[in-house]
């Protein structure tokens, strides 16, 4: 909901004020023009009944029932206001503001009617908010597109009263900013967003052809005056540039020569795009650097969309787990930042975007295994070869938890059987699990397969998030919330148990495919899970009032 059930005290009073406003003038012997308009205003919000029209009436209950857009310089003042909000990846003529003035110079004329000027202010207050509400929270719905998304969003309610002031003062840029999220990372996509449109406007950048073989260091080739360019237009040279000792002049090199300079470019290209980090320009990415700037600036737009549901509200200390990054932070009570790296779920089985708390650790824990694993994956393997059980240290149950001889199930007609891994180093699982209460049964574990941490794409899970070096992190929750227990000590008791927290910990599951490092320089990570042109449809889709 986008304002608070607190707000219907004040829609009361807003009726009340709207009622009251030209029979206390008149009761004062101050007749004006503005009487019968603020008695219009208070009929034309009588007709409307949606969360859109509860902010109208609150709206102008914080006006006291006057009337806002009268004033031709106020409207002109919020159309050229409504044409910035491009910086913010919306689009403006979703606002209509190239027909505001003409239409209030249309309502105002000699021949209107109050009705139709209250019609007008009435609209264009609403406009107003319709354009704070989509950079406070989004113009998507996020269930719209994503059926499984479980992140309230969580944005306070404006502070209208503040807002009606600033329309009086025609400060617009003043209402928005109030409006979006205050995250640094917000205002770093933002400054992106102007940087990548302004390379558009200056033709974008070259295409590098396509290759049979990779281009190499060292080598002598025409494709390395592209590769050249195209790292100049996005910054990579000049940022290496930065970096060579201070009145120390780089070596002159033959431009068709991938020099070392040029090396690093590239790698620093590939880690922030997700790439394997060898300095080689393979099909990769080569792809990647041929991602028209386009393309790139709609992926921004995507993200600062994300941005506006998530990046409100958010707790002083939280687990943050980026999906698409393969990326976990920890912000703990006392400022610093816990990082690793995480496995998420493969494509077909993806790990959802979900808000909740950590509220328990399970310290050697068993598996059971899912019935979506259990049938797709175990199953077939079982069948294959019955040792597999034996290799895996999987235990067959029945549905009451008693033991049974795998010798003794149909492997093709098993009915309600269970398998459970015992605990040990060969569990999925591995020596610790983070839970938190969710529909889609998903939690932060350890693992034995730490040698998929290496790698820079790491969609290998069944929706689970693995994530490494976890005892580190499991340890920090117990020491932020006074729980009292060691890690280690409870792990190499060697006994499944579970740990409650003495306070259990926010967690946040999202889902970006743009988003700026600690050096604010933006990362571009694949759409692993192709959620982007959905959003993108929906964003430049025109908004329904």
Same mark, same amino acid.
Not at 328 to 331: D, L
Not at 479 to 483: A, E, Q, R, S, V
């Given at each position: 909901?986008?304002w608070?059930?607190g707000?219907?005290?004040?829609?009361?009073? @807003?009726?009340?004020l709207?009622a009251?406003a030209?029979?206390a003038l @008149?009761?004062e012997?101050v007749p004006?023009p503005?009487?019968?308009?603020a008695?219009?205003?208070?009929?034309?919000?009588?007709?409307?009944?949606?969360?859109?029209?509860?902010?109208?009436?609150?709206?102008?209950?914080?006006?006291?029932?006057?009337?806002?857009?009268q004033?031709?310089a106020?409207?002109?003042?919020?159309a050229?206001?409504?044409?910035?909000?491009d910086?913010?990846?919306l689009?403006?003529?979703?606002?209509?503001?190239?027909?505001?003035?003409?239409?209030?110079?249309?309502?105002l004329a000699?021949?209107?009617?109050p009705?139709?000027?209250?019609?007008?202010?009435?609209?264009?207050?609403?406009t107003?908010?319709?354009?704070?509400?989509h950079?406070?929270?989004?113009?998507?719905?996020?269930?719209?597109?994503?059926?499984?998304?479980?992140v309230?969003i969580?944005?306070p309610p404006?502070?209208?009263a503040a807002?009606?002031?600033?329309? +009086?003062?025609?400060?617009?840029?003043?209402?928005?900013?109030s409006?979006?999220?205050?995250?640094?990372?917000?205002?770093?996509?933002?400054?992106?967003?102007a940087?990548?449109?302004h390379?558009?406007?200056q033709?974008?950048?070259?295409?590098?052809?396509?290759?049979?073989?990779?281009?190499?260091?060292?080598?002598l080739?025409?494709d390395?005056?592209l590769?050249?360019?195209?790292l100049?237009?996005l910054?990579?040279?000049?940022?290496m540039?930065?970096?060579v000792?201070?009145g120390?002049?780089p070596?002159a090199?033959e431009?068709r020569?991938?020099?070392?300079r040029?090396?690093?470019a590239?790698?620093?290209?590939?880690?922030?795009?997700?790439l394997?980090v060898d300095?080689?320009v393979?099909?990769?990415?080569?792809?990647?650097?041929?991602?028209?700037?386009?393309?790139?600036?709609d992926?921004?737009r995507?993200?600062?969309?994300?941005?506006?549901w998530?990046?409100?509200?958010?707790?002083?200390?939280?687990?943050l787990?980026?999906?698409?990054?393969?990326r976990?932070?920890?912000?703990r009570?006392d400022?610093?930042v816990?990082?690793?790296?995480?496995?998420?779920?493969?494509?077909?089985?993806r790990t959802?975007?979900?808000?909740s708390?950590?509220?328990?650790?399970?310290i050697?824990?068993?598996w059971?295994?899912?019935?979506?694993?259990l049938?797709?994956d175990?199953?077939?393997?079982?069948?294959r070869?019955?040792?597999?059980?034996?290799?895996?240290?999987?235990?067959?149950l029945?549905?009451?938890?008693?033991r049974l001889?795998?010798?003794?199930v149909?492997w093709?007609?098993p009915?309600?059987?269970?398998?459970?891994?015992?605990a040990?180093?060969?569990?999925?699982l591995?020596?610790?699990?983070?839970?938190?209460?969710?529909?889609?049964?998903?939690?932060?574990?350890?693992?034995p397969a730490q040698?998929l941490?290496?790698?820079?794409q790491?969609?290998?899970s069944?929706?689970?998030i693995?994530v490494q070096?976890v005892?580190?992190?499991?340890q920090?929750?117990f020491?932020?919330?006074?729980?009292e227990?060691?890690?280690?000590?409870?792990? @190499?008791?060697?006994?499944?148990?579970?740990?409650?927290?003495?306070?259990?910990v926010?967690?946040i599951?999202?889902?970006?495919?743009?988003?700026? +490092?600690?050096?604010?320089?933006l990362?571009?990570?694949?759409?692993?899970?192709?959620? +982007?042109a959905?959003?993108l449809?929906?964003?430049? @889709?025109?908004?329904t009032?």
């Open positions: 909901m986008f608070a059930t707000w219907k005290p004040i829609v009361l009073a @807003a009726a009340m709207l009251s030209s029979s @008149a009761e012997g004006t503005g009487d019968l308009l008695e219009r205003l208070g009929e034309r919000l009588d007709e409307r009944l949606g969360e859109q029209e509860v902010a109208l009436r609150a709206f102008y209950a914080a006006r006291d029932g006057r009337p806002a857009w004033e031709t106020t409207v002109a003042a919020l050229n206001a409504l044409r910035t909000l910086a913010d990846g689009t403006p003529q979703d606002y209509r503001p190239d027909t505001l003035v003409a239409a209030h110079r249309q309502a000699e021949q209107s009617s009705a139709a000027r209250a019609r007008f202010d009435v609209q264009t207050s609403q107003l908010l319709t354009a704070l509400r950079l406070q929270r989004g113009k998507v719905d996020p269930y719209r597109i994503d059926p499984g998304w479980e309230p969580e944005a404006l502070d209208l807002i009606s002031q600033a329309v +009086d003062a025609r400060r617009f840029e003043q209402a928005f900013a409006a979006r999220p205050s995250a640094a990372s917000y205002e770093r996509l933002r400054a992106s967003l940087r990548y449109r390379i558009a406007r033709g974008g950048w070259p295409m590098m052809p396509p290759r049979s073989q990779s281009l190499r260091p060292g080598e080739h025409d390395v005056l590769l050249r360019e195209r100049a237009i910054g990579e040279l000049e940022v540039a930065a970096g000792s201070a120390v002049e070596q090199t431009p020569r991938y020099d070392e040029l090396m690093a590239v790698e620093r290209f590939q880690q922030r795009h997700l394997e300095g080689i393979g099909p990769r990415t080569r792809a990647a650097l041929n991602v028209p700037v386009v393309t790139r600036i992926q921004i995507v993200n600062l969309e994300r941005a506006r998530l990046l409100h509200g958010l707790p002083d200390s939280f687990v787990v980026d999906i698409a990054g393969y976990i932070r920890y912000f009570p400022g610093d816990w990082r690793s790296r995480i496995v998420v779920g493969r494509p077909y089985r959802p975007s979900l808000r708390s950590i509220s328990h650790l399970t050697n824990p068993t059971t295994v899912p019935p979506t694993i049938r797709e175990v199953l077939p393997r079982v069948r070869n019955l040792g597999y059980l034996w290799q895996q240290d999987l235990m067959v029945s549905p009451s938890g008693r001889d795998p010798r003794d149909d093709w007609r009915g309600n059987v269970i398998l459970r891994q015992r040990g180093p060969r569990n999925a591995g020596r610790v699990v983070l839970r938190f209460p969710n529909d889609h049964l998903v939690y932060l574990h350890d693992t040698a941490f290496a790698r820079e790491r969609a290998f069944s929706g689970c693995r070096g005892l580190e992190l499991a920090h929750l020491d932020d919330t006074g729980t227990a060691e890690v280690s000590t409870l792990v @190499a008791a060697g006994r499944t148990r579970n740990v409650h927290l003495e306070r259990p926010p967690v599951l999202h889902y970006w495919t743009v988003h700026p +490092d600690e050096e604010g320089r990362v571009f990570r694949p759409d692993v899970y192709q959620r +982007d959905a959003l449809e929906a964003l430049d @889709a025109s908004p009032r």
